[in-house]
């Protein structure tokens, strides 16, 4: 009996962006398009009537916004939803409120049918609807009559920017212990897609100033992950920026590939620095994990802490048992805390993890990694 195909809805409300969508999707064998919508008020109806797995939901549409039908859906009907968002700094910055939402992930939004003819972009397309299919999706709790963030501010519903997590709440930024400033020469490598922007969020927002230079890799469309990096920046008490070649990895600072682009470790004298770069696509993906762990394994070898959290695939599962061969220690996120258990279940398999850790035991985990000899 052939494996049941991934039923998905494709809501846009230009007909071409429809239509390019749906005969991409269409042609990967375990994927079925059942519909397409044009607004949020018809995307309802073919939810209820067609039951789709996946959503794929534009962002500025009429008669109600793609955010606030989000909002709504996730509350009500919870759905793994892509967000198809336009290449632009303003769409970046929605498609982060968006998975602030709920959403499980976001590509960007082809302008004409010419994303036919981009291969890449295509498997980008279909990866991230096959990794949203299987994606654990949680209803969003509506804050209770009268609940405020922490500097008092309401907590709307669809209060995109004051909601963090499904709690509302800031993490606390953990003690710095003594040990870890006589670390300064550690390097930490993070690898994450699916899931991963909250997941990254919770973890870095808990690493004290003090904590070693930081490198990720985070799945992501070009331009979305400079929107990404600013939003971090302001949440948490270490520096986040997009990396670009010649930063030098230092304390208190982490470095966020940039997306279309590897990031790679290298030597530097007496230092350890980031080189962007382009070239083709490694374990299906531009940026890489698997390019960025191998390139650490390289230069920093056991003085690197490297850490794999959700997301679909085995990009960075080879490249983290390279690591833990050149005297690194690893952790990866368990089971019950990812969004999709695909890459730290096979950098298991693959031999590369010391520790299994819930997401929020994470950080903790990461400084103690950090103190070790």
Request: charged fraction near 25%; charge should be positive; hydrophobic fraction near 45%.
């Amino acid at each position: 009996m052939a494996p049941q195909r991934i039923r998905v809805l494709v809501v846009d409300d230009s007909a071409v962006v429809r239509n390019v969508l749906t005969r991409v999707l269409s042609r990967d064998p375990e994927i079925e398009v059942v519909g397409a919508a044009g607004d949020p008020y018809e995307a309802r109806d073919k939810i209820v009537s067609l039951q789709p797995d996946v959503v794929t939901l534009d962002i500025e549409m009429p008669r109600m916004d793609g955010l606030a039908f989000l909002d709504k859906l996730m509350t009500h009907h919870p759905l793994p939803v892509v967000m198809c968002s336009s290449v632009t700094h303003e769409g970046a910055g929605l498609s982060l409120k968006a998975m602030e939402l709920g959403a499980v992930d976001v590509v960007g939004k082809p302008r004409s049918a010419e994303i036919e003819g981009l291969h890449d972009a295509a498997i980008e397309l279909v990866d991230k609807v096959k990794a949203a299919a299987k994606a654990r999706v949680r209803p969003r709790r509506l804050p209770p009559p009268g609940a405020a963030d922490e500097k008092g501010q309401p907590l709307a519903v669809a209060g995109v920017g004051r909601v963090r997590g499904t709690n509302g709440r800031k993490a606390a930024v953990l003690e710095a212990p003594p040990d870890l400033k006589r670390t300064q020469r550690k390097i930490i490598a993070i690898g994450a897609s699916t899931g991963g922007t909250e997941a990254l969020r919770v973890v870095l927002e808990s690493l004290p100033r003090e904590i070693p230079g930081i490198v990720i890799v985070q799945h992501m469309p070009e331009h979305f992950t400079l929107a990404f990096a600013n939003r971090l920046d302001s949440l948490c008490e270490i520096e986040v920026r997009e990396a670009k070649s010649g930063d030098r990895i230092r304390p208190g600072l982490a470095l966020i590939a940039r997306g279309n682009s590897h990031l790679i470790v290298r030597k530097s004298g007496a230092y350890l620095a980031a080189d962007v770069r382009n070239g083709p696509l490694i374990c299906r993906h531009r940026p890489s994990i698997e390019a960025l762990f191998q390139s650490v394994a390289a230069a920093a070898g056991p003085a690197a802490v490297g850490v794999m959290l959700t997301g679909m695939g085995n990009d960075g599962a080879n490249a983290m048992a390279l690591l833990k061969q050149a005297g690194a220690l690893n952790i990866a996120q368990d089971e019950a805390s990812s969004v999709v258990f695909g890459m730290p279940k096979e950098a298991i398999k693959a031999g590369g993890v010391d520790r299994v850790e819930h997401l929020d035991r994470i950080p903790k985990a990461i400084i103690e990694f950090c103190c070790r000899p």
